[in-house]
Structures are given as structure tokens and as C-alpha cells.
């Protein structure tokens, strides 16, 4: 049997997006807690209370952890701790907030990570977050026109 040893390098990720939604707050915070988007293609599910989980639902019993919900203040604050998308070393905080303003809401996502971080997921992870937060606009600002 031989031992392989590698160094690996701890790595910290900082990403803050926010993005103005013409809908009001509790539809907003209502449509981030379902999921739009990407997310249904994921087939993602969150379960909306404190420790309640974040994750990719691939049936019988099987799929990733994304997180728990550690904070949960509808209509303003969510926040989820896990690996997030990561299947190795790493720990994230990701905090949505909402504030109602004359526009609608602002929604602005900050998740900072540390650890074992993949270069693809560095590169990719904001445009993923992008996504994310385009799909909640154009299903907030839907419900909120019927």
C-alpha cells in the first residue's frame, strides 16, 4: 500500500450580489423560500424553519446536502450554513436579505466560504448566484403582476 500526501491549499470566497425586484417583500421572501429556476431543474428543496434543510432531492432517498437553515425571519432575513454546492471540505454562510424600498425590494445574497475550494466553483459560483437571484425576480415580479 503506498500513502499519497498533498498539500492542499485553504481558500476563502466572498460573493455579494443584490438585485432590485418590482414586487413586494413578502412575495419576494415567498418565492425565494420556493424553487425557481436552475433550482427546479435541481430539483432542489428547502425546508422553510430553523435547522430546516437546503437540498438536491435525486429521489429514493439519495441526493446533497446543501445546508440548514440557521436563520429564518420572513419576511427579511435567510440564512443557510453547509457545504452549499461543495462535495468536499468546506464550510459556507449564506445570507439573503430583503428590504422593501420604493422600487419593490431589494434582494441581495452575501455567501462566504472557507476551505478546500475547487478553482471551477470559485469561477463559477457567481454566475450561479446571478442566476439564482434573476430567477426569484422574474418569478416575483410574475406573481406579483397577476
Known sequence: MSVVETEAEVRT???????????????VFETLLSPTGIQV????????????RWFRDLGNNTGHLWGHVQVI???????????????????????YRLVENAGGTLLSVLHRAMGLLEKEHMEGVHKGWLNIL?????????????
Open 13 to 27: 470566497l466572498h460573493v455579494n450580489k443584490e438585485i432590485q425586484i418590482a414586487a413586494p417583500i413578502e412575495v
Open 41 to 52: 431543474d435541481l430539483n432542489l428543496k428547502l425546508e422553510a424553519w430553523p435547522g430546516g
Open 73 to 95: 425571519k420572513p419576511p427579511k432575513l435567510l440564512e443557510i450554513t453547509g457545504p452549499m454546492m461543495m462535495s468536499y471540505p468546506v464550510s459556507s454562510h449564506v445570507q
Open 134 to 146: 434573476e430567477s426569484v425576480r422574474d418569478a416575483s415580479q410574475k406573481k406579483a403582476s397577476r
